[in-house]
């Protein structure tokens, strides 16, 4: 079969497998660990067995590979299959679809600043019922911002039908059921997408290396529920509840640069400006009267 033909039928695989909703297999990494004194919760790293996609991995390098691409040999195989397969909806600054690009070139600084990528994505903030706020480090293995603390969990929502919806921000609230499965291992019966909270969007550019970095339009993603959580090693190094006071102090260390302690630039942009405000919301349980879905803040 001709090279040409070959990228052409692995394009139109990469297309059907955008519109399903399997999950991809892990493989092994280790947890990291905090010395933050706060109370932390512990988790088993089992894995959880998912099913494998009919792409293989090795196709879908390929692929990207012949349109020009090139892939980094030091990066985790499973952040380099996602960074390859996951397609990012492109949007304009006014949140309208203009196209899909790999995850890849959407965090390559080089292409957000010559092409001005910007990409939708999601960050949830999860409340127990004592309204505590869950927030995660990522893993050592995360191509940007790896092993900093940031808000329960943050994605993207992908370039696939079931994520594309628009109405009511549906799509984001799907993607963001299926990030908290795959991240933290939370089932989906335990998070009905009719109870995330859309309460704003902001728009942001951010930096992670001389590389990588972020270009996001982020839905802030509201929750209060009581779950079981299972993180996944490969995508997240610790979690831990904290409530406003331990946050400030969390805070307070990151500022002060003790302990190697770092924040995610999106969670810190939330935190100064909306979250302690929204955290009186959450416990009164009018949450929506502060929603603001028509506004698109533009922070840096």
């Not at 497998?17 to 088993?44: A, D, V, Y």
């Not at 799907?174 to 991240?183: G, H, I, P, T």
């Not at 009905?192 to 270009?215: C, M, N």
């Amino acid at each position: 079969m001709a090279q040409s033909s070959i990228v052409v039928t692995l394009r139109q695989n990469l297309f059907k497998r955008n519109l399903t909703t399997s999950l991809l297999p892990h493989s092994p990494s280790s947890i990291g660990s905090s010395s933050l004194l706060l109370p932390t919760l512990s988790f088993s790293s089992q894995r959880r067995r998912k099913p494998h996609t009919t792409l293989s991995l090795t196709a879908s390098l390929s692929s990207h590979t012949a349109m020009g691409e090139t892939t980094d040999a030091a990066m985790d195989a499973v952040q380099r299959r996602l960074m390859f397969e996951d397609e990012c909806i492109l949007v304009d600054e006014n949140d309208r679809v203009v196209g899909h690009d790999s995850k890849y070139n959407c965090h390559l600084m080089e292409k957000i600043e010559a092409e001005n990528l910007l990409h939708r994505a999601f960050s949830v903030f999860l409340f127990n019922s004592k309204f505590e706020l869950l927030l995660q480090q990522r893993s050592a293995t995360k191509v940007t911002f790896p092993l900093v603390w940031t808000n329960t969990c943050c994605s993207h929502p992908l370039y696939r039908e079931s994520e594309l919806i628009e109405e009511n921000a549906l799509g984001v609230r799907n993607a963001a059921q299926r990030k908290l499965l795959d991240e933290l291992g939370i089932p989906a019966e335990d998070l009905p997408v009719d109870q995330f909270t859309p309460l704003g969007r902001i728009l942001y550019k951010a930096p992670s290396d001389g590389k990588w970095g972020e270009h996001e339009l982020d839905y802030l993603l509201f929750i209060v529920r009581d779950v079981n959580v299972n993180p996944n090693p490969d995508e997240v190094a610790d979690i831990k509840y904290v409530n406003r006071d331990q946050l400030k102090e969390l805070l307070r260390k990151a500022d002060a640069g003790e302990e190697g302690l770092k924040l995610s630039p999106w969670f810190r942009l939330v935190v100064d400006n909306f979250l302690f405000k929204w955290w009186d919301h959450v416990e009164r349980g009018t949450i929506g009267e502060v929603a603001d879905m028509k506004t698109i803040h533009k922070l840096t």
